[in-house]
């Protein structure tokens, strides 16, 4: 059975609550309470998005996040009572696509979740044709990346944010833009961001510290820097 939002937490009564918002608002959600009855969750059935508690009861949720993205690229969102920085960017460097902290709005989660949905399910910017930059090749319409000849494994979101970038190439793109038209999402926080331009540098940069492509416009945003 296909759902659109998987919770997986371990607070019952919250991850009800939640789920039936989301169900009045005609969002089909499903509950797991821990990574056991999560991973049992998709032999049978499918999610878009995935709301992930850091603490589950039989393992943490950042361990569970490695073991889903072995097989599962949909948008996982970490909620968590945990609001250090360090988690976030633990949360971000293993595969999450944002961290929300608790306790949080049904609202204001609600928009959230909605706003990750739509930016998944529509199409990103192509120009129809297969760009090549130095060793780096991007076939905007297959969606698809390679670097010297191998390909490239991107989540879904640093796809979208380097397909951005690239579309609007050898200019500055603001940071607000990229929230807008990337994120589509007003509560996307600069670390959030940064932690996925250092990704993409890590995967496409032969010097992640020295960007080629890639680079930072201080105090503006970004610019894909191609001859």
Known sequence: MEYSVLIIDDEKELADSTAEY??????K?????????ALDFFKENTAKLILL????????????CKTLREDIDVPILFI???????DMVVA???GGDDYITKPYSLNVLFAKVKAVLKRYERSTPSEGKVLSF???TIDLDAGIV???GSEVELTAMEYKLLAYLVVNRNKVVPKQDIFDKVWDDSFVTDGTLNVHVRHLREK?????????FIKTARGRGYIFKAD
């Not at 989301?22 to 969002?27: A, H, Q, R, S």
């Not at 959600?29 to 009855?37: M, R």
């Not at 496409?204 to 080629?212: A, R």
């Open 146 to 148: 390679t670097k010297n």
């Open 204 to 212: 496409l940069e032969d010097d992640p510290n020295e960007p080629i």
């Open 92 to 94: 971000l460097n293993i």
């Open 29 to 37: 959600t499903c509950c797991a309470y821990n990574a056991a009855e």
């Open 134 to 136: 130095g060793d780096i």
């Open 22 to 27: 989301f169900d009045m608002f005609d969002l």
């Open 53 to 64: 508690d850091i603490n589950l009861g039989d393992q943490s949720g950042f361990s569970l």
């Open 80 to 86: 968590s009572a945990r609001s250090s920085d360090d």
